[in-house]
């Protein structure tokens, strides 16, 4: 069965832009969630999205938002990009309703200049 | 509010020796906890988890004990192998969505 993928991997914007990134979870799950991994900061929680729904939300400002699909693939959007979120993006997915073990995505490194 | 905390940024054991990783946390509504491995430029990889109405759970050489009270948790790998050298994530469960620490860089030497 194949893993959670991400795209892309690798990403360099500017300041003011606007980036999308995209997640697949593993065939049949239906729970998928965003973290923003930062030095020293661990795993931050962004949001979560069950069955098209966002069921959770992290302390994070609107610029950030994501959205999931019927096949439970999932975006995530940031907007006005700010240098402070360069970061490494995981994406993690799970099977049922109650989230157990997650299994995660290889990331996307976003570098804002 | 950091409410999964792990206080040891690095740890370096010797091979062959035990390694141990800990966590405390602040919220008494967590009821379930997991341990990530991670290298780099990978996503972490799930090692293993334990349900609050127990005290340990062990698989094959990481063993993951809790203490409620104490809001205590912690992985212990025996024997430490040179592949075991990665950051190890604490995470616990609570609404629906897991909470993880800082990490700690476990290395392994020779």
């Known amino acids: 069965k194949a893993g959670v993928t991400q795209t892309p991997r690798y990403l360099i914007k500017t300041r003011g832009q606007q980036v999308t990134l995209s997640c697949s979870p593993i065939s049949g799950h239906r729970s998928v969630s965003w973290y923003q991994q930062t030095p020293g900061q661990g795993l931050q929680f962004l949001f979560e999205y069950f069955s098209e729904t966002q069921r959770n939300k992290g302390n994070f400002p609107g610029r950030f938002s994501g959205r999931q699909f019927s096949n439970s693939r999932s975006e995530m959007n940031v907007s006005t990009l700010e240098l402070g979120d360069s970061a490494l993006y995981l994406c993690?997915?799970?099977?049922?309703?109650?989230?157990?073990?997650?299994?995660f995505g290889p990331g996307t490194r976003l570098t804002v200049t | 509010d950091q409410q999964v905390k792990q206080n040891s940024p690095s740890l370096s054991v010797q091979e062959g020796r035990i390694s141990i990783l800990n966590c405390d946390y602040t919220n008494s509504m967590f009821d379930y906890f997991l341990w990530y491995k991670k290298y780099p430029a990978e996503g972490p990889t799930f090692l293993i988890s334990?349900?609050?109405?127990?005290d340990k759970n062990e698989d094959g050489r990481f063993t993951v004990f809790l203490n409620k009270s104490a809001k205590h948790l912690s992985l212990h790998i025996v024997p430490s192998q040179p592949g075991d050298s990665a950051v190890y994530f604490c995470a616990a469960r609570g609404a629906q969505k897991l909470v993880f620490g800082q990490g700690t860089r476990l290395t392994i030497n020779p």
């Open positions: 334990i349900s609050s109405i127990k």
């Open positions: 993690a997915s799970s099977l049922g309703q109650d989230i157990y073990e997650q299994y």
